[in-house]
C-alpha cells in the first residue's frame, strides 16, 4: 500500500470528516494516510487508527457501507446524546466516554463525548467536539515515536490518557476550595454563598458523568476482549482505579462546599446574635429610665418638684446611681 510519509504536517485537513488517519509501525511511530489508504486497508498492513468527525455525511456512509461494523454498533456510535458505557458488538469492542472540555471559554463541567471501537486490529474514534485526547496520542505517534505499538496498547491509551486529563480540573476544584477558606470574608458572605453554590453544581454536573464511567470501565475489566493483552489489562485496571479516586475527590470536594456554606451560616447567625444580644443589654439599660422619664413627663397636677428649682438635677443624679446600679448588677449576672 503506498503511504504518506511520516514528515507531512500532523494537522491534516479536514478531508471529508476524516480528521487524520494513520497505520502504527509497531516501534511507536506511525505514518499518516488518507481515505484512499483508509478504504483499502487490510490485516497485513498493520494496525489502523482513524479518527473522525461525526457529523461528516462521508464518515457515516463510510461506517454504514464500508468499515464492515453491524448496524446496531453503528446506531450507538452516531447518537447524539449517549451515557458512558463499553458494549461488546459481534465485531468488536465499543467505548462511548466523556472526557473534560478544555477548549477555550468552555466550562470544565462541559464533558466532550469520544466513541471508541475496536477489534483488536483497528481502532475507530469519532468525535463531535474538540477533544485533545487523540490529538496528544497522535503527538506522541508523529513526533515523539513513543506511542502506542498496538491497537489494542492503542485502545487503551486513549482511555488512559482520557482520564489523566480531568486530574486538573478535579484539582482546580480543590485550589478553589482552598482560596475560599483561605478568602473567607463575613463582609462578602452573599458572594461567597454564590460561588460556592456555582461550584457544588459545576461539581454535580462532572460527577454525574464520571460516576457511570467508572462502571463502564469496570465492566470492561470484568469481561475484557481477548485482543486486550495482559499489560493493557492492568493498564485499564490502573485507569478505572485513578477515576475511582477522582470520583472519591469530587465527592469530598462536594462535602467541602457545603462544610463551608454551613460555617458561613453559622458566622452569620453568630455575628446576628452578637448584634441582637448588645441590643437587648442596651434595651434592658434604658427601659428604667425610659420608664422615670416617661412617669414624670407626664402633664398631670402633683408632679413632685414642680416648685423645686433643683429637682431636674436632683432627678439627673438618681438617674445616673440607677444607671450605675444597673451596669453592676448585669455585671454580676456575666450579662456582659
Not at 511520516?6 to 509501525?25: A, K, Y
Not at 457515516?60 to 458512558?84: F, I, N, Y
Given at each position: 500500500?503506498?503511504?504518506?510519509?511520516?514528515?507531512?504536517?500532523?494537522?491534516?485537513?479536514?478531508?471529508?470528516?476524516?480528521?487524520?488517519?494513520c497505520?502504527?509501525?509497531?516501534?511507536?511511530?506511525?505514518?499518516?494516510?488518507g481515505?484512499?489508504?483508509?478504504?483499502?486497508?487490510?490485516?497485513?498492513?498493520?494496525?489502523?487508527?482513524v479518527?473522525?468527525e461525526?457529523?461528516?455525511d462521508?464518515?457515516?456512509?463510510?461506517?454504514?457501507?464500508?468499515?464492515?461494523?453491524?448496524?446496531?454498533?453503528?446506531?450507538?456510535?452516531?447518537?447524539?446524546?449517549?451515557?458512558?458505557?463499553?458494549?461488546?458488538?459481534?465485531?468488536?469492542?465499543?467505548?462511548?466516554?466523556?472526557?473534560?472540555n478544555?477548549?477555550?471559554?468552555?466550562?470544565?463541567?462541559?464533558?466532550?463525548?469520544?466513541?471508541?471501537?475496536?477489534?483488536?486490529?483497528?481502532?475507530?474514534t469519532?468525535?463531535?467536539?474538540?477533544?485533545m485526547?487523540?490529538?496528544?496520542?497522535?503527538?506522541?505517534?508523529?513526533?515523539?515515536?513513543?506511542?502506542?505499538?498496538?491497537?489494542?496498547?492503542?485502545?487503551?491509551?486513549?482511555?488512559?490518557?482520557?482520564?489523566?486529563?480531568?486530574?486538573?480540573?478535579?484539582?482546580?476544584?480543590?485550589?478553589?476550595?482552598d482560596?475560599?477558606?483561605?478568602?473567607?470574608?463575613?463582609?462578602?458572605?452573599?458572594?461567597?454563598?454564590?460561588?460556592?453554590?456555582?461550584?457544588?453544581?459545576?461539581?454535580?454536573?462532572?460527577?454525574?458523568?464520571m460516576?457511570?464511567?467508572?462502571?463502564?470501565?469496570?465492566?470492561l475489566?470484568v469481561?475484557?476482549?481477548?485482543w486486550l493483552?495482559?499489560?493493557?489489562?492492568?493498564?485499564?485496571?490502573?485507569?478505572?482505579?485513578?477515576?475511582?479516586r477522582?470520583?472519591?475527590?469530587?465527592?469530598?470536594?462536594?462535602?467541602?462546599?457545603?462544610?463551608?456554606?454551613?460555617?458561613?451560616?453559622?458566622?452569620?447567625?453568630?455575628s446576628?446574635?452578637?448584634?441582637?444580644?448588645?441590643?437587648?443589654?442596651?434595651?434592658?439599660?434604658?427601659l428604667?429610665?425610659?420608664?422615670?422619664t416617661?412617669?414624670?413627663?407626664?402633664?398631670?397636677?402633683?408632679?413632685?418638684?414642680?416648685?423645686?428649682?433643683?429637682?431636674?438635677w436632683?432627678?439627673?443624679?438618681?438617674?445616673?446611681?440607677?444607671?450605675?446600679?444597673?451596669?453592676?448588677?448585669?455585671?454580676?449576672?456575666?450579662?456582659?
Amino acid at each position: 500500500m503506498d503511504q504518506v510519509d511520516r514528515t507531512q504536517p500532523i494537522d491534516m485537513p479536514d478531508d471529508d470528516g476524516l480528521l487524520f488517519g494513520c497505520i502504527l509501525d509497531g516501534q511507536g511511530g506511525a505514518s499518516v494516510i488518507g481515505w484512499t489508504e483508509v478504504e483499502a486497508w487490510t490485516d497485513d498492513d498493520g494496525p489502523l487508527w482513524v479518527h473522525l468527525e461525526q457529523d461528516s455525511d462521508r464518515v457515516q456512509e463510510w461506517l454504514r457501507r464500508k468499515s464492515g461494523l453491524t448496524p446496531t454498533t453503528v446506531d450507538a456510535l452516531l447518537a447524539d446524546e449517549t451515557r458512558p458505557r463499553v458494549f461488546r458488538g459481534k465485531r468488536g469492542l465499543a467505548a462511548i466516554l466523556r472526557g473534560v472540555n478544555t477548549n477555550p471559554g468552555s466550562e470544565p463541567d462541559d464533558l466532550v463525548a469520544i466513541r471508541m471501537w475496536s477489534d483488536g486490529k483497528r481502532v475507530i474514534t469519532l468525535r463531535h467536539e474538540r477533544l485533545m485526547t487523540p490529538r496528544d496520542i497522535q503527538a506522541q505517534l508523529l513526533e515523539q515515536e513513543s506511542g502506542p505499538a498496538t491497537a489494542a496498547q492503542l485502545y487503551e491509551r486513549l482511555i488512559g490518557r482520557l482520564i489523566d486529563r480531568m486530574a486538573g480540573t478535579v484539582a482546580a476544584y480543590d485550589e478553589t476550595l482552598d482560596e475560599i477558606e483561605a478568602e473567607l470574608d463575613i463582609a462578602r458572605a452573599a458572594d461567597t454563598r454564590r460561588r460556592l453554590s456555582d461550584l457544588r453544581q459545576s461539581i454535580v454536573l462532572l460527577r454525574r458523568y464520571m460516576s457511570p464511567q467508572r462502571e463502564a470501565l469496570n465492566s470492561l475489566m470484568v469481561e475484557p476482549p481477548i485482543w486486550l493483552d495482559e499489560q493493557c489489562r492492568i493498564g485499564l485496571r490502573e485507569t478505572a482505579d485513578k477515576l475511582l479516586r477522582y470520583v472519591e475527590e469530587l465527592d469530598t470536594a462536594r462535602e467541602r462546599s457545603m462544610v463551608i456554606k454551613d460555617d458561613i451560616a453559622n458566622q452569620l447567625a453568630e455575628s446576628t446574635n452578637k448584634t441582637l444580644y448588645v441590643l437587648a443589654i442596651i434595651s434592658a439599660i434604658f427601659l428604667p429610665l425610659a420608664f422615670l422619664t416617661g412617669l414624670l413627663g407626664i402633664n398631670v397636677g402633683g408632679m413632685p418638684g414642680v416648685e423645686s428649682p433643683f429637682a431636674f438635677w436632683i432627678f439627673c443624679a438618681i438617674m445616673v446611681v440607677l444607671l450605675i446600679l444597673e451596669l453592676i448588677l448585669f455585671r454580676r449576672l456575666k450579662w456582659f
